[in-house]
């Protein structure tokens, strides 16, 4: 029986993805590289480990380039092309219909707390989530499955009683790792990844019969 929904938000609840890698590649392309989406997506859904868009022209590829104005004048490209979005297609319909039928509903990012709940403000919608966990909260993020695991304990649920909503590959991967039923909803950028076939795959939220996801999830997300 499933008792609880578990949201990404970066890429899944609104699509800040898209407008991070736009910004990125057009900053690149000023100094002359391409920045492909293979590179890039070392570090959509996670941390900046494994591939920091940040430091990259000039730890790895040697170029003379102020950080703080590299860093800035992204920030400032990706808040101009955040402007107008809201979140994305069926999530209000999900929200509120998880909340009607009594189910707890989490949040669990790769981002920090600052980031989320900034931007949960901005939306109105914090007062729908009971948990909350971001990577100020775990040693590890996704693809590690911690972010999910605290998640559940917050909200008093097992695997099988929750199902993940998410847009990235590391974070379906850290959902299946913690033992939930997964949902990808893929932005722009992500359903050009692969993800494999072991996830239930849509376009929008709007395409699945809520009802029908609680009841059978099994049957559509296993």
């Not at 009594?102 to 914090?126: F, P, T, V, Y």
């Not at 695997?159 to 299946?176: L, M, T, V």
């Not at 494999?196 to 296993?222: C, H, K, Q, T, W």
Request: with cysteine; hydrophobic share 40%; aromatic share 10%.
């Amino acid at each position: 029986m499933i008792k609880a929904l578990v949201f990404d938000f970066d890429g899944t609840i609104i699509d800040t993805e898209t407008a991070w890698y736009v910004a990125f590649r057009e900053a690149y392309g000023e100094h002359g590289v391409d920045l492909t989406l293979e590179k890039y997506s070392q570090c959509i859904g996670t941390s900046l480990h494994a591939f920091n868009p940040y430091e990259y022209l000039m730890t790895d590829l040697g170029l003379s380039i102020d950080r703080e104005f590299f860093r800035s004048s992204i920030q400032e490209r990706h808040a101009l092309l955040m402007k107008g979005e809201s979140v994305r297609p069926g999530i209000m319909s999900f929200l509120e219909s998880a909340r009607s039928l009594g189910l707890h509903i989490g949040l669990a990012s790769s981002s920090n707390g600052e980031w989320i709940n900034k931007h949960l403000d901005q939306l109105g919608i914090r007062e729908y989530f009971e948990c909350i966990r971001t990577s100020d909260h775990v040693k590890k993020v996704k693809p590690d499955p911690e972010l999910y695991t605290q998640t559940m304990e917050c909200l008093g649920v097992k695997g099988d009683e929750a199902i993940a909503i998410e847009d990235s590959p590391n974070g379906a991967k850290a959902a299946k790792l913690a033992g939930m039923h997964c949902v990808v909803v893929p932005n722009t950028i992500t359903k050009l990844l692969e993800f494999g076939d072991s996830y239930y795959r849509a376009d929008s939220l709007m395409d699945i019969e809520f009802d029908e996801l609680i009841v059978n999830p099994i049957g559509l997300v296993s």
